[in-house]
């Protein structure tokens, strides 16, 4: 298991966009567990459901919001604090340097774009599921694609946990990103309820939308790393 800690990759801008998309996850989910609904209410009633998108459904529990709605609404939900602290981790991490690089409006693009992709992703490959999927990773994964495309050699302060072994690493990021990529490509399919096809799809969408980014004469040269 490896956890990150930080990039040694400095950014030269303020981060607006990811400080403002944490403080906006940790504020729903403060309002979710704080409300006398709980937290299983929000889950169902702004969740994504793969059944409703693939049959055009809109039957639930409780009054839910349209699916296409809902596909925005799930990427802000979270189910745990356990959840929501390791999504914003990745976020702060990896997002910031990211957004260094396309500016503001184009790192919110990247980030709505990627998550629609990662929840449409997990709803092809889960048609017939009426679990709900919610939060941040298929989004948050995008950005760790992007980040790879960027800053292949960055080094990653990492925590390695292997067996009784604990040790505090620095990991390039190619290594470190492939091998969690590498790490949901190998649990697809067992569940667990985690949504690893969103984080594959999520991914692979944010490598292709900044590939496609470097074609149209992104200069970039002064942010490898």
């Known amino acids: ?65 349209a699916w296409p709605l809902s596909l925005l609404t ?11 602290g390791g999504n914003m981790l990745y976020l702060w991490i990896f997002g910031n340097n990211v957004e260094d690089v396309l500016g503001h409006f184009r790192y ?8 629609l ?20 990773s298929g989004a948050i994964a995008g950005l760790l694609g992007a980040y790879l495309v960027l800053f292949p050699s960055a080094r990653i302060k990492t925590l390695l946990f292997l067996f009784v072994y604990v ?8 290594i470190f990103l492939g091998l ?8 697809v399919g067992l569940g667990g309820g985690v949504a690893w096809f969103a984080h594959v799809g999520g991914f692979l969408t944010g490598m292709a939308l900044m590939w496609q980014r470097l074609r149209k004469g992104l200069n970039i040269n002064n942010y490898y790393s």
């Not at 799930?74 to 959840?83: A, N």
């Not at 919110?108 to 998550?115: D, H």
């Not at 040790?167 to 190619?174: G, R, T, V």
């Not at 969690?180 to 649990?187: C, D, G, H, R, S």
Request: glycine share 6%; with cysteine.
């Open 1 to 65: 298991m490896f956890i990150p800690l930080k990039d040694e990759n400095p950014t030269e801008k303020f981060s607006i966009i990811t400080v403002s998309l944490i403080v906006i996850n940790c504020l729903v989910f403060i309002y979710q567990a704080l409300s006398p609904q709980g937290l299983e209410y929000y889950v169902l009633k702004f969740g994504i459901i793969p059944y409703e998108i693939m049959h055009w459904s809109f039957e639930a529990g409780v009054p839910r919001v």
């Open 74 to 84: 799930g990427m802000f939900l979270h189910g745990s604090l356990f959840h929501l």
């Open 108 to 115: 919110l693009l990247l980030y709505l774009i990627s998550g």
């Open 117 to 136: 992709s990662a929840s449409l992703f997990h709803t092809v490959f889960s048609a017939n599921s009426q679990v709900p999927m919610i939060g941040a």
């Open 167 to 174: 040790s505090i690493i620095y990991i390039p990021a190619w």
């Open 180 to 187: 969690w990529f590498a790490l949901q490509v190998a649990n």
